[in-house]
């Protein structure tokens, strides 16, 4: 439960702790942008990096990770 609040405040980190190293790589690039972005746009981009985050990270807890599965 602390990994989604973790993925709510910092999403790449709560991406990464799961071990979904290419996930974490695009919620990265997305949070950044979205920091960077000033007003409503950066919102909306956080927005989508949080939103995110929770699916990557509900997913890995229900399905583990297979062996080369570095799939987007």
Avoid at 28 to 35: D, H
Avoid at 49 to 57: F, K, L, N, S
Wanted: proline share 6%; hydrophobic share 55%.
């Amino acid at each position: 439960m602390l990994l989604y609040l973790l993925g709510a405040l910092i999403p790449p980190l709560g991406i990464l702790l799961y071990g979904r190293i290419m996930h974490a790589a695009f919620n990265a690039l997305l949070w950044t942008y979205a920091i960077m972005t000033p007003g409503v746009l950066g919102l909306i981009f956080w927005l989508g990096a949080v939103m995110h985050a929770t699916y990557v990270i509900h997913d890995a807890r229900t399905r583990p990770l297979k062996n080369n599965d570095f799939s987007l």
